[in-house]
């Protein structure tokens, strides 16, 4: 059963923008922290931003200043507004929803997560060309 669905991925030009969402279907995740994720072919599985059922947030630094995480629990959505976009940004962008208080910078078993996530088969792909 598909809990979240990530969207918003596209082809662009370095430097152009874009707006991920992540929206469930089904249950609500107003109590959830909720991350985005992300994996390029050959890398290694990043968490590129969170945020807290108090809408309090994380950047990675390589993101930080350029992408912006919000929610909207009405729509039971989570965004991730992305400017300036730089080719390493060139990836496939998945969203999870945890406990509150379960996210920070540092996630164990980040390479298994994103294998799962990308198992799930609804990940969102940007591509970001020089």
């Known amino acids: 059963e598909v809990l979240l669905v990530e969207s918003g991925g596209d082809s662009v030009e370095a430097g152009g923008s874009l707006r991920l969402s992540c929206t469930s279907h089904?249950?609500?995740?107003?109590?959830?922290?909720m991350g985005w994720y992300r994996q390029a072919p050959g890398k290694e599985c990043e968490l590129v931003s969170f945020?807290?059922?108090?809408?309090?947030?994380y950047y990675a630094m390589p993101v930080k200043g350029r992408f912006t995480i919000s929610r909207d629990n009405a729509k039971k959505t989570v965004y991730l507004q992305m400017n300036n976009l730089k080719p390493e940004d060139t990836a496939e962008y998945y969203c999870?929803?945890?406990?509150?208080?379960?996210?920070?910078?540092?996630?164990?078993?980040?390479?298994?997560?994103?294998?799962?996530?990308?198992?799930r088969g609804q990940g969102t792909v940007v591509t970001v060309s020089s």
């Open positions: 999870a929803a945890d406990p509150p208080g379960t996210l920070s910078a540092v996630v164990p078993g980040l390479e298994v997560r994103c294998k799962a996530l990308h198992a």
């Open positions: 945020i807290r059922p108090d809408y309090s947030t």
């Open positions: 089904k249950y609500s995740y107003d109590d959830s922290d």
